[in-house]
């Protein structure tokens, strides 16, 4: 009896380390579990389960967890992230790097938005990126040269300038300021002829 009791024992003892290797080798609650290159455990800890997010990511996630999903254009997964995995109703959790994913409505397509999101998109582009450089140009031997956001000019100025700067040409709602390389000149009487690129 004694040497089944202490068999007994020491299987029970053999089984505990071996569920207890097996545990510590698997991801914790909120750890990574898979992904693209990812060469770490793809088991979670008892009572969460290993949740896809992106080909990049995979996440140990509590099975009893019911708090809120990310909201619209939040951060909803990547690499070293903590937090929701899901998105609220309506967006999808998309992936923009191996760092970040972020919620996204479903129903947006870049191509059909609404004219007053293109206005503002429009906007902002003209503002950033819509950059040009401009010079004016006339027969006396000074030039000035300025930055403008306008895409296109063509226009004449006649009047004098004595001082530094001036602001002209409005076009759509915008307008620009031009720097003069020489402010002791006035503009000629027949006029600058100011053209954009």
Same mark, same amino acid.
């Given at each position: 009896?004694?040497?089944?009791?202490?068999?007994?024992?020491?299987?029970?003892?053999?089984?505990?380390?071996?569920?207890?290797?097996?545990?510590?080798? &698997?991801?914790?609650?909120?750890? $990574? &579990?898979?992904?693209?290159?990812?060469?770490?455990?793809? +088991? +979670?800890?008892?009572?969460?389960?290993?949740?896809?997010? @992106?080909?990049?990511?995979?996440?140990?996630?509590?099975?009893?967890? $019911?708090?809120?999903?990310?909201?619209?254009?939040?951060? &909803?997964? #990547?690499?070293?992230? @903590?937090?929701?995995? +899901?998105?609220?109703? #309506?967006?999808? +959790?998309?992936? @923009?790097?191996?760092?970040?994913?972020?919620?996204?409505?479903?129903?947006?397509?870049?191509?059909?938005?609404?004219?007053?999101?293109?206005?503002?998109? $429009?906007?902002?582009?003209?503002?950033?990126?819509?950059?040009?450089?401009?010079?004016?140009?006339?027969?006396?031997?000074?030039?000035?040269?300025?930055?403008?956001?306008?895409?296109?000019?063509?226009? $004449?100025?006649?009047?004098?300038?004595?001082?530094?700067?001036?602001?002209?040409?409005?076009?759509?709602?915008?307008?620009?300021?031009?720097?003069?390389?020489?402010?002791?000149?006035?503009?000629?009487?027949?006029?600058?002829?100011?053209?954009?690129?």
């Amino acid at each position: 009896m004694l040497t089944q009791s202490l068999f007994l024992t020491v299987l029970t003892l053999a089984l505990s380390l071996v569920s207890k290797t097996s545990a510590s080798q &698997c991801s914790p609650r909120y750890g $990574t &579990c898979g992904g693209i290159y990812y060469d770490g455990p793809t +088991c +979670c800890v008892v009572g969460s389960s290993c949740i896809y997010s @992106n080909p990049w990511y995979s996440q140990c996630i509590p099975v009893d967890y $019911t708090g809120p999903c990310a909201k619209l254009y939040q951060q &909803c997964g #990547g690499i070293n992230y @903590n937090g929701p995995t +899901c998105c609220e109703p #309506g967006s999808e +959790c998309i992936y @923009n790097g191996p760092y970040y994913s972020q919620c996204i409505p479903v129903d947006i397509d870049p191509s059909s938005s609404s004219s007053s999101a293109a206005s503002s998109t $429009t906007s902002t582009t003209s503002s950033s990126s819509l950059v040009s450089s401009t010079t004016l140009t006339s027969s006396s031997p000074s030039a000035v040269s300025s930055t403008t956001s306008i895409p296109s000019i063509s226009s $004449t100025i006649s009047s004098s300038v004595s001082t530094s700067s001036f602001t002209s040409l409005s076009s759509s709602g915008f307008s620009t300021v031009l720097s003069s390389t020489n402010t002791t000149s006035a503009l000629p009487s027949s006029g600058w002829n100011v053209t954009g690129y």
